[in-house]
Structures are given as structure tokens and as C-alpha cells.
């Protein structure tokens, strides 16, 4: 069973950071991609950033260049750096990962719905 955990999430002021951090726990030997995604009020799930175990990344238009994603790959845990926040990036921030590897020499299984986190809350003030 896969599981996904995050923290760092929390109450912080306009133009200051955070860094939230997700382990995977499980039978995991490496997940292709992880990443991060927020959903705030009212609104619906969308992309913050995602990296893949190659190393490339991508970022929503709203979070570049104040947005970091990097990832260890030998403890399977996945980090998003903010800096500069803004109250717009208000939201349940949830990490996401998919493409498993049970071991090093199975097969990578990719599903419809990936792995989810149970989400942390981040809210930036004025």
C-alpha cells in the first residue's frame, strides 16, 4: 500500500515562504513522477508543479520563478520551495505521484488516479 505524506504546510505573510515536503511510504522502489497540486475554495484542482525521475520539470504560468520542486530520489520524497507568496496561492496544497516501481527491476505501473496525499493547508495573509 502506497502512501503519501506531506507537511511544511501553514499561516504566513505575503512575500514569505515555505517548504512543503512529501514522503512516500510503501513498496516503492521510484515513482516516474511526483509533484504538487492546490485546490483552493470553491475552485477546482489544479497544477502547481511536477518533476520526473529524469529530473525535468514544469510549473503553472501563476508560480514561476518563485516556486521550486525537487525531489530525492533514494528517499522517494518529493519538496516544493515558495517563496514570495502571495494570498492567492491560499489553498490545500496535495501531493501527487504516479508511475511506481516496486522493485528495481519490475515493471512501472502507471494508474488512471495516481497516488494522493491527504493535502496541507497553506494560507497567506496581507
Known amino acids: 500500500q502506497v502512501q503519501l505524506v506531506e507537511s511544511g504546510g501553514g499561516l504566513v505573510q505575503a512575500g514569505g515562504s515555505l517548504r512543503l515536503s512529501c514522503a512516500a511510504s510503501?513498496?516503492?522502489?521510484?515513482?516516474?513522477?511526483m509533484g504538487w497540486y492546490r485546490q483552493a475554495p470553491g475552485k477546482q484542482r489544479e497544477l502547481v508543479a511536477r518533476?520526473?525521475?529524469?529530473?525535468?520539470?514544469n510549473y503553472a504560468d501563476s508560480v514561476k520563478g518563485r516556486f521550486t520542486i525537487s525531489r530525492d530520489n533514494a528517499k522517494n520524497t518529493v519538496y516544493l520551495q515558495m517563496n514570495s507568496l502571495k494570498p492567492e496561492d491560499t489553498a490545500a496544497y496535495y501531493c501527487?505521484?504516479?508511475?511506481?516501481?516496486?522493485?528495481?527491476?519490475?515493471?512501472?505501473?502507471?494508474?488512471?488516479?495516481?497516488?494522493w496525499g491527504q493535502g496541507t493547508q497553506v494560507t497567506v495573509s496581507l
Open positions: 501527487y505521484a504516479n508511475g511506481v516501481k516496486s522493485d528495481s527491476l519490475g515493471p512501472v505501473i502507471t494508474t488512471s488516479s495516481g497516488y
Open positions: 518533476t520526473t525521475i529524469g529530473g525535468s520539470t
Open positions: 510503501g513498496r516503492i522502489f521510484s515513482f516516474n513522477d
